[in-house]
C-alpha cells in the first residue's frame, strides 16, 4: 500500500507510515501543496496511492464519480498533531489487516479518547 498525505494534515503522517513499511508522501514532498482537489485526486489515483485527507466534504464527491480508486481515507475532526497520528496509526492498522483498499473510503473518528473506524465500499455498488 502506497499513501499520499494532503495537505491539511501533518508530514509526520507519512513518517507515520513509513515507520509502518509503507510507502508514504506527503503532498509538500511533492511541490503539490498549492495543487487544486481535484489534481490531487487525480495524481494520487494515476500512481496508486490511497489518498489521506480530513477535507471529506470535498474528496467524497470527487472520489464519488470514480468508478476505481486505490482507496480514500478520511480523518474526520480537524484535530491537532497528536490526535492525527492516533488516527493514523487506527487507519493503519485496519488497512494492513484488510490488504487491499482498492473503492475502499475508511472514516476514522474520535470521540474523548474512542477512535471509532467505518469502512464502506466506496462508491457504493448499484
Known amino acids: 500500500m502506497k499513501f499520499l498525505i494532503d495537505e491539511c494534515l501533518t508530514i509526520e503522517l507519512a ?7 509503507f510507502e508514504a508522501h506527503h503532498v509538500a514532498h ?3 501543496t498549492s495543487w487544486k482537489d481535484w489534481a ?27 468508478e476505481l480508486h486505490p482507496g480514500l481515507v478520511i480523518l474526520v475532526p ?12 487506527a487507519a493503519l492498522k485496519r488497512l494492513g489487516e484488510l490488504g487491499d483498499a482498492t473503492n475502499k473510503l475508511l472514516e476514522v473518528n474520535i470521540d474523548g479518547d474512542d ?12
Not at 480537524?78 to 496509526?89: C, H, P
Not at 473506524?117 to 455498488?125: G, I, M, N, S, W
Open 115 to 126: 477512535v471509532t473506524l467505518k469502512l464502506y465500499d466506496f462508491p457504493v455498488a448499484e
Open 40 to 66: 490531487i485526486r487525480d495524481y494520487a489515483i494515476k500512481n496508486d496511492f490511497i489518498l489521506v485527507t480530513n477535507n471529506g466534504s470535498d474528496f467524497r464527491g470527487l472520489y464519488a464519480s470514480e
Open 15 to 21: 513518517h507515520e507510515a513509513q515507520s509502518a513499511g
Open 78 to 89: 480537524n484535530v491537532a498533531q497528536e490526535k492525527q497520528i492516533l488516527l493514523f496509526r
Open 30 to 32: 511533492f511541490g503539490k
